[in-house]
Antibody, heavy 114, light 108 residues
Framework: EVQLVESGGGLVKPGGSLRLSCAVS????????MNWVRQAPGKGLEWVGRIRSNTDGGTADYAAPVKGRFTISRDDSKNTLFLQMNSLKKEDTGMYYC?????WGQGTLVTVSS | SYELTQPPSVSVSPGQTARIPCSGE??????AFWYQQKPGQAPVLVIYKDTERPSGIPERFSGSSSGTTVTLTISGVQAEDEADYYCQSADSSGSYAVFGGGTQLTVL
């Protein structure tokens, strides 16, 4: 059974940092290009960024609103994807999903508020 | 920045056909993907690479592409199809993914 389980969300003050994790099982994580997608409350889906497989270079691309503040990384030995979020803003509030088509996790909620 | 444009809402009666368009300049060169999202749930992929249907997705879901527009078609709409639908693709460089704004499908 394929599982993607996000964790690490919570309440953080503006300017703070948070590290999200996504534990993967049931498919070949090593070969997968992994994405983070977020959804603000009551709003649509927004692509955050993607990391290629290490065999394809292991590099990451980011959406403009998070570039320079967020970093995606992966640990293939632990089948885990990470999202390091720094300098958080109120507009970063939302549900964060890890995904590699057709598989999605259930998301972890990030709330940025003072 | 690159954008994909969808209508905010579409309404159909049960048994009718729903068509949800998505337009974007790079769509002739980049594949589109369609996701269904019901309240409180994670999105589900219903169409990939413009026209392909993942296993487990009902045959009434289909996708098509013509020029700068891709279309999700749901034939014989059922009440359970009421949801938000999002198209997704990449910009012309392929480096950045983008979602359309979403279309709320209402089954009357």
């Amino acid at each position: 059974e394929v599982q993607l389980v996000e964790s690490g969300g919570g309440l953080v003050k503006p300017g703070g940092s948070l590290r999200l994790s996504c534990a993967v099982s049931g498919f070949s994580f090593t070969n997968a290009w992994m994405n983070w997608v977020r959804q603000a409350p009551g709003k649509g889906l927004e692509w955050v960024g993607r990391i290629r497989s290490n065999t394809d270079g292991g590099t990451a691309d980011y959406a403009a609103p998070v570039k320079g503040r967020f970093t995606i990384s992966r640990d293939d030995s632990k089948n885990t994807l990470f999202l390091q979020m720094n300098s958080l803003k109120k507009e970063d509030t939302g549900m964060y999903y890890c995904t590699t088509d057709p598989f999605w996790g259930q998301g972890t909620l990030v709330t940025v508020s003072s | 920045s690159y954008e994909l444009t969808q209508p905010p809402s579409v309404s159909v009666s049960p048994g009718q056909t729903a068509r949800i368009p998505c337009s974007g300049e790079a769509l002739p060169k980049k594949f589109a993907f369609w996701y269904q999202q019901k309240p409180g749930q994670a999105p589900v992929l219903v169409i990939y690479k413009d026209t392909e249907r993942p296993s487990g997705i009902p045959e009434r879901f289909s996708g098509s592409s013509s020029g700068t527009t891709v279309t999700l078609t749901i034939s014989g709409v059922q009440a359970e199809d009421e949801a938000d639908y999002y198209c997704q693709s990449a910009d012309s460089s392929g480096s950045y993914a983008v979602f359309g704004g979403g279309t709320q499908l209402t089954v009357l």
